[in-house]
């Protein structure tokens, strides 16, 4: 329940934010900034979150990540105390950040249990739970698209902040007087170790870099604008225009969540074998790789035909279907290869691999916008896929 809620305030505090700063007059590249610098806390976040939640207990990362949520939301309170728009900016870039810690923090915490939970030997439980922790959690951040558009609609921006910091207060109290989260083992290890010990993990979380980086480079800057300005083109008011392209996304990452937790299903899940889930997992890897190309080319080729937004968002949203398969397999093959002892430490570098590839989507996803529109975007997603299909061929050795 916690990590929902927090999840859902997560993508709510995303939209509020991007409304807020579209009505101060920044654009879309302009704010792309905010992510930068939330995707990078992210990656740090992660390469310690693992060490201390081994060190100390997950209970730490969980709390503290609420807490450091609470005290982001809180900061934010003060942002029409500037005078200037620049310095709102600037102050709402550390104060985001403050936010990527704690949804790292809490999400480390949250894919860490369940390793603990389930039997060493019960791999075709442990995929279940995962996708459907995995698939909830992207569903219920679609949601909080949603809320944040509607706070803002019936709202203006510090009330909306002080009803979401309301409601992780009143989780924290909850929390506290039920009771605690499964506790791992700690470990004495005073080392922080930038790579796993295990090649697998290594080679998986490679994967994982460009897997992720290949759906933020269209995903993060370039689709927003797109059809921000498309939309325009359409003598649609910039406010109408803002709520269907914020919805649409929510719609897109719904959707994406969803196919997440039935992943199981979709697969016909019933072994226990990795190596066979390996096996099926490249086959959706090529699945998703020939997707891309296909998008990428027809959108070269239709780019300037009037029906060119509805092919590409048909497209998008069977690119949604494949790469929710695929992320739903990476992350059970994380804790597949993981031991309950070490899990947190396994779990924390991982997941700074997939900061490290949604940083480095979401700057190319500026850059490539900037100069090739989104069709050289789309281009660039597809160029990652197979860089991450190879690491993920490694797995087979």
């Not at 809320?147 to 909306?160: D, E, Q, T, V, W």
């Not at 939309?231 to 969540?257: P, Q």
């Not at 989104?374 to 997603?381: K, R, T």
């Given at each position: 329940?916690?990590?929902?809620?927090?999840?859902?305030t997560?993508?709510?505090?995303?939209?509020?934010?991007?409304?807020?700063?579209?009505?101060?007059?920044f654009?879309?590249?302009d704010?792309?900034?905010?992510?930068f610098v939330?995707?990078l806390?992210?990656?740090?976040?992660?390469l310690?979150?693992?060490?201390?939640?081994?060190?100390?207990?997950l209970n730490?990362?969980?709390?503290?990540g609420?807490?450091?949520?609470?005290c982001?939301?809180?900061?934010l309170?003060n942002?029409?105390?500037?005078?200037?728009?620049s310095?709102?900016l600037?102050?709402t870039?550390?104060?985001?950040?403050?936010?990527?810690?704690?949804?790292?923090?809490?999400k480390m915490?949250?894919k860490?249990?369940?390793?603990?939970?389930?039997?060493?030997?019960?791999?075709?439980?442990?995929?279940?739970?995962?996708?459907?922790?995995?698939?909830?959690?992207?569903?219920?951040?679609?949601?909080?698209?949603?809320?944040g558009?509607?706070l803002?609609?019936?709202?203006n921006f510090?009330?909306?902040?002080?009803i979401m910091?309301?409601?992780?207060i009143?989780?924290?109290?909850f929390?506290?007087?039920?009771?605690?989260?499964?506790q791992?083992?700690?470990?004495r290890?005073?080392?922080?170790?930038?790579f796993s010990?295990?090649?697998?993990?290594n080679?998986?979380s490679?994967s994982?870099?460009f897997?992720?980086?290949?759906?933020?480079?269209?995903?993060?800057?370039?689709?927003?604008?797109?059809?921000?300005?498309?939309?325009?083109?359409f003598d649609?008011?910039?406010?109408?225009?803002?709520?269907?392209d914020?919805?649409?996304?929510?719609?897109?990452?719904?959707?994406?969540?969803?196919?997440?937790?039935?992943?199981?299903?979709?697969?016909?899940?019933?072994?226990?074998?990795?190596?066979?889930?390996?096996?099926?997992?490249k086959?959706?890897f090529?699945?998703?790789?020939?997707c891309?190309a296909?998008i990428?080319?027809?959108?070269?080729?239709?780019?300037d035909?009037?029906?060119?937004?509805?092919?590409?968002?048909?497209?998008?949203?069977?690119f949604?279907?494949?790469?929710a398969?695929?992320?739903?397999?990476?992350s059970?093959?994380i804790?597949?290869?993981s031991?309950k002892?070490?899990?947190?430490?396994?779990v924390?570098?991982?997941?700074?691999?997939?900061?490290t590839?949604r940083?480095?989507?979401?700057?190319?996803?500026?850059?490539?916008?900037?100069?090739?529109?989104?069709?050289?975007?789309?281009?660039?997603?597809?160029?990652?896929?197979?860089?991450?299909l190879?690491?993920?061929?490694?797995?087979e050795?």
């Amino acid at each position: 329940m916690s990590y929902w809620l927090f999840m859902l305030t997560d993508g709510a505090l995303r939209i509020i934010i991007l409304f807020n700063f579209h009505l101060l007059g920044f654009s879309p590249l302009d704010l792309a900034y905010l992510f930068f610098v939330y995707e990078l806390m992210g990656i740090l976040t992660n390469l310690l979150a693992g060490w201390i939640a081994a060190r100390f207990g997950l209970n730490i990362t969980l709390y503290g990540g609420l807490i450091i949520q609470i005290c982001a939301l809180s900061l934010l309170l003060n942002l029409n105390n500037f005078d200037y728009t620049s310095s709102k900016l600037i102050f709402t870039i550390f104060v985001y950040g403050l936010s990527g810690i704690a949804k790292d923090l809490v999400k480390m915490s949250a894919k860490s249990s369940v390793k603990l939970i389930v039997n060493e030997n019960q791999q075709s439980k442990l995929f279940k739970w995962v996708s459907t922790l995995t698939g909830s959690k992207n569903a219920v951040k679609g949601l909080g698209f949603f809320l944040g558009g509607a706070l803002m609609s019936f709202f203006n921006f510090k009330i909306s902040i002080i009803i979401m910091t309301l409601c992780l207060i009143i989780l924290i109290l909850f929390l506290m007087l039920s009771k605690p989260i499964i506790q791992n083992k700690k470990i004495r290890s005073k080392q922080i170790k930038l790579f796993s010990k295990s090649k697998k993990i290594n080679y998986l979380s490679f994967s994982r870099i460009f897997l992720f980086g290949a759906r933020d480079i269209w995903f993060v800057v370039s689709l927003p604008i797109f059809l921000y300005e498309t939309l325009r083109n359409f003598d649609i008011t910039d406010s109408k225009a803002f709520f269907l392209d914020g919805g649409f996304l929510a719609l897109w990452v719904i959707f994406y969540g969803i196919t997440q937790a039935f992943t199981p299903k979709i697969i016909n899940i019933s072994t226990n074998n990795v190596a066979t889930l390996i096996k099926r997992s490249k086959i959706w890897f090529l699945h998703l790789l020939f997707c891309s190309a296909v998008i990428s080319i027809i959108s070269f080729l239709l780019n300037d035909s009037n029906y060119y937004v509805y092919f590409l968002i048909f497209g998008l949203f069977l690119f949604g279907i494949l790469f929710a398969v695929n992320s739903s397999l990476h992350s059970f093959f994380i804790l597949a290869f993981s031991n309950k002892i070490n899990v947190t430490l396994d779990v924390g570098f991982y997941y700074m691999s997939n900061a490290t590839g949604r940083f480095v989507g979401t700057l190319l996803s500026e850059l490539t916008y900037q100069y090739f529109g989104i069709v050289g975007a789309l281009f660039c997603s597809t160029i990652f896929i197979p860089i991450g299909l190879l690491y993920f061929l490694k797995l087979e050795n």
